[in-house]
């Protein structure tokens, strides 16, 4: 089924963090992901939504959102959050509206 509007998510950055696993203790084997939602109207990218986050340990699996973080994974997600961008093709349907709308107004006062 093809939605017209609706959000998605992509992951936008991951890094491996320094500290240990709370659950099983295993070093360097926490990867943090922060992903990018977007809305989407007619399967193109509209605007940028907020960004979400995961925690996952490659020895014991355990996938912990960012609420569920303990101290020192949090810190690390955040400061990755926090440089982050979001790409710019998130805009490009706003962007697109933008112009439209910018060429409508243009065409009205040629006519009038
Ligand atoms: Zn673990």
């Known amino acids: 089924m093809l939605y017209l509007i609706g959000h998605k998510s992509i992951p936008l950055k991951q890094e491996t963090i320094s500290g240990k696993c709370n659950c099983c203790e295993s070093i360097n084997s926490v990867t943090v992901t922060v992903y990018q939602k977007y809305v989407f109207v007619f399967g ?11 925690s996952e340990c490659s020895v014991c699996k355990q996938v ?22 979001i790409p710019i093709w998130m805009f490009s349907g706003a962007i697109a509206f933008l112009l439209l709308y910018v060429y409508w107004q243009y065409q009205a006062k040629i006519h009038y």
């Open 44 to 54: 193109l990218p509209f605007l940028p939504a907020g960004k979400t986050g995961i």
């Open 64 to 85: 912990l959102e960012e609420k569920g973080m303990p101290e020192n994974i949090k810190s690390e997600y955040q400061q990755l959050k926090a440089t982050a961008r």
